[in-house]
């Protein structure tokens, strides 16, 4: 065999290797950077005396609270403006915000009234709630700095969606803790746990039987 076939051989070795060193590194799976995040519940939990002589358990029904569309979506999103909001791609809800957030309160709300059976919206047809807790959210977000703000009109309704006089529009914010999205989510899920420990205080003052617009 002359230098010239061997070199050859060589040479075509060398490029079937490479090829397929390249193709290997076109079929391999890629690491999706993707991140998955909930709202998460408080672990604190209170039984307070005013429940105590309250015969039996109430239900009480959470949601629905609507979102504004730029919230309610697949991606985390950050507000970086008056005018502008940023969604981070690799930040996304493992659930969608409303379904979270409807189930954080009503876990909340559960573990702080003891004596009232809580459920998420869409709760069961045979379930009749005494109290059906609903509103609309402005603002459920962060800022540049971490700092987390709920501005949210809720109201109360009584059996059948009969109206009361219970309502308000609440503004409560949230200090953060850091510029990342576990951060923030965590933030996020604080002044949500605040929001349900207000609304918790709020329920044990009214008397189920008399609240009612007539």
Not at 116 to 140: C, D, E, L, M, N
Not at 169 to 198: C, I, P, Y
């Amino acid at each position: 065999m002359t230098r010239r076939r061997i070199e050859a051989g060589i040479g075509r070795a060398v490029g079937l290797v490479g090829a397929s060193v390249l193709l290997a590194g076109c079929l391999s799976p890629k690491q999706d950077p993707t991140r998955f995040y909930v709202l998460s519940t408080s672990d604190a939990s209170r039984v307070d005396e005013a429940w105590d002589g309250r015969p039996g358990s109430i239900d009480v029904g959470v949601g629905p609270f609507t979102m504004p569309g730029y919230l309610d979506r697949p991606q985390f999103v950050r507000r970086v403006g008056p005018n502008e909001v940023v969604p981070v791609e690799a930040a996304r809800w493992a659930e969608t915000l409303s379904e979270g957030f409807e189930r954080v309160l009503a876990e909340d709300l559960d573990a702080l009234l003891p004596m009232a059976r809580v459920h998420a919206h869409p709760w069961r047809s045979s379930t009749r709630a005494q109290w059906i807790i609903s509103g609309y959210v402005t603002k459920f977000e962060t800022d540049e700095s971490g700092e987390a703000v709920l501005d949210v009109t809720w109201r109360v309704l009584g059996p059948d969606r009969t109206p009361t006089k219970v309502g308000a529009r609440s503004v409560l914010r949230s200090q953060g803790t850091g510029q990342s999205v576990d951060a923030e989510v965590a933030t996020m899920s604080d002044v949500l746990n605040r929001f349900a420990v207000m609304l918790a205080d709020t329920l044990q003052t009214l008397k189920p039987a008399e609240q009612h617009d007539r």
